[in-house]
């Protein structure tokens, strides 16, 4: 007659089961981690070169823009009496 597993049989295997699935994905990440390929130390320059000038940019861009609008709506509220 076969054995009914117990409780404790039950959350062995499930935790088992974790531990074996833990491992196996922390297998698989090193081994996609071994296909990646890096940039080199002028690619990774060279893009922060172009982030830090675009950001420069937008900015200088966006202040322009709040500023005028903001001189815009002052005249307005000037125009008519708005305090």
Known sequence: ???????IDT???????R???ARLFLSE???ELKRVTWPSQ?????TT???IVTSIFFGV???TVDYG??????????????Q
Do not use: H, K
């Open 11 to 17: 959350v062995r295997q499930v935790a088992g089961g």
């Open 29 to 31: 990440v090193r081994n």
């Open 42 to 46: 002028r690619e990774v320059y060279a």
């Open 61 to 63: 861009y966006l202040f």
């Open 69 to 82: 609008v903001n001189s815009v709506v002052q005249w307005i509220f000037r125009r008519f009496g708005v």
């Open 1 to 7: 007659m076969a054995e009914t597993p117990t409780r």
């Open 19 to 21: 531990i074996e699935r």
């Open 49 to 51: 070169v172009v982030v």
